[in-house]
């Protein structure tokens, strides 16, 4: 009969401990932040930095373009429309292609203004890079 009641006490506990923890966790996800709708450019997942993705952006209409990498390309442009006076406007996004960046800035380097700015003049070139770089990851080139 003690052995009986034993077993029912520690069972009692065991039960009560998995309530507590169960409790917990669901307080926990309670308390977690809740998300922002995601802007379209925003990658789907938290990223690596080798799955940022590559972009090209212009000041105005007819202004400099900027070939950058970026995680979340909406809020990179946000950065950069603080600091112009111009519309910055997004006009490529490769997603998980910032191994292209460097190269090409090198191939564009004729062209460059200043840091990762391009003169507009290259604009139609470093299109058709974009191009190739979609097809060399087997996505359609617009």
Same mark, same amino acid.
């Given at each position: 009969?003690?052995?009986?009641?034993?077993? !029912?006490?520690? $069972? @009692?506990?065991?039960?009560? $401990?998995?309530?507590? &923890? *169960?409790?917990?966790?669901?307080?926990?996800?309670? #308390?977690?932040?809740?998300?922002?709708?995601? @802007?379209?450019? &925003?990658?789907?997942?938290? +990223? &690596?930095? %080798?799955?940022?993705? !590559?972009?090209?952006? #212009?000041? %105005?209409?007819?202004?400099? +373009?900027? *070939? $950058?990498?970026?995680?979340?390309?909406?809020?990179?442009?946000?950065?950069? #429309? =603080?600091?112009?006076?111009?519309?910055?406007? *997004?006009?490529?996004?490769?997603?998980?292609? @910032?191994?292209? /960046?460097?190269?090409?800035?090198?191939?564009?380097?004729?062209?460059?203004?200043?840091?990762?700015?391009?003169? +507009?003049?290259? !604009?139609? =070139?470093?299109?058709?890079?974009?191009?190739?770089? /979609?097809?060399?990851?087997?996505?359609?080139?617009?």
């Amino acid at each position: 009969m003690g052995y009986a009641v034993s077993w !029912l006490i520690l $069972g @009692s506990i065991l039960a009560l $401990g998995f309530v507590w &923890a *169960v409790r917990d966790q669901a307080k926990k996800a309670r #308390q977690q932040p809740q998300q922002r709708p995601r @802007s379209p450019w &925003a990658p789907a997942s938290p +990223v &690596a930095c %080798g799955d940022r993705a !590559l972009y090209l952006m #212009q000041s %105005g209409s007819a202004g400099p +373009v900027k *070939v $950058g990498i970026a995680a979340d390309v909406e809020q990179r442009r946000r950065q950069l #429309q =603080t600091g112009s006076a111009e519309r910055i406007h *997004v006009r490529r996004v490769i997603p998980s292609a @910032s191994d292209y /960046e460097r190269p090409l800035h090198a191939q564009f380097a004729r062209h460059r203004m200043s840091g990762e700015w391009f003169a +507009v003049e290259a !604009l139609p =070139t470093i299109l058709g890079a974009f191009d190739r770089v /979609e097809r060399e990851l087997g996505r359609n080139p617009r």
